[in-house]
């Protein structure tokens, strides 16, 4: 039993992050000219909406209560979103934070992973875990798109 509170307490830490990437991604949603940006921002803003509900329901199955609100962390990190972009932000700009963002939170899954987990809760953390790196990728490609077109652009 205490291994399994140890087990949800980590877990919504997990949910916390997520809620703070669909936030962000609100965020970069609004400011984002690209359409091929802006569209794929969605994609991934729907998959951590999907690993909320994933997360949520492992959490509830495990006997435990989903942590479903942002937090004071969470404010905190989305307020600092805001101030990084500033009022006028470039698409370029704004990829960057996606990847940072999306970054950070690969970095807290892979920390969680290695931690004392049960096969399932392991599995569970991977899967998230691999969809993230999936979305860091490509953010890249398309960061490193938009860095092309805008040299052609130029030049």
């Known amino acids: 039993m205490k291994d399994t509170i140890k087990i949800i307490k980590v877990l919504n ?3 916390q992050g997520e809620y703070m990437a669909v936030e962000s991604f609100n965020n970069f949603i609004s400011r984002v000219e690209d359409e091929k940006i802006k569209t794929e921002f969605q994609r991934i803003q729907q998959q951590h909406r999907s690993n909320i509900e994933k997360l949520a329901t ?3 199955n495990l006997g435990g209560q989903p942590d ?5 962390k969470g404010k905190m ?3 600092k979103v805001n101030l990084d972009l500033g009022f006028r932000s470039d698409d370029a700009e ?3 934070k996606a990847i940072e963002g999306e970054t950070r939170g690969v970095n807290m899954a892979e920390k969680i992973l290695r931690g004392n987990l049960d096969d399932k809760s392991r599995d569970v953390v ?5 969809k993230d790196r999936m979305a ?6 398309l960061a ?3 860095c092309v077109c805008s040299v052609n652009l130029r030049g």
Do not use: C, P, S, V
């Open 13 to 15: 830490e997990l949910l």
């Open 58 to 60: 492992y959490i509830q």
């Open 68 to 72: 479903e609100n942002l937090g004071f």
């Open 77 to 79: 990190g989305d307020l």
């Open 94 to 96: 704004i990829l960057k």
């Open 126 to 130: 991977g899967e998230i875990l691999h």
């Open 136 to 141: 860091i990728r490509k953010l890249k490609t």
């Open 144 to 146: 490193e798109q938009k």
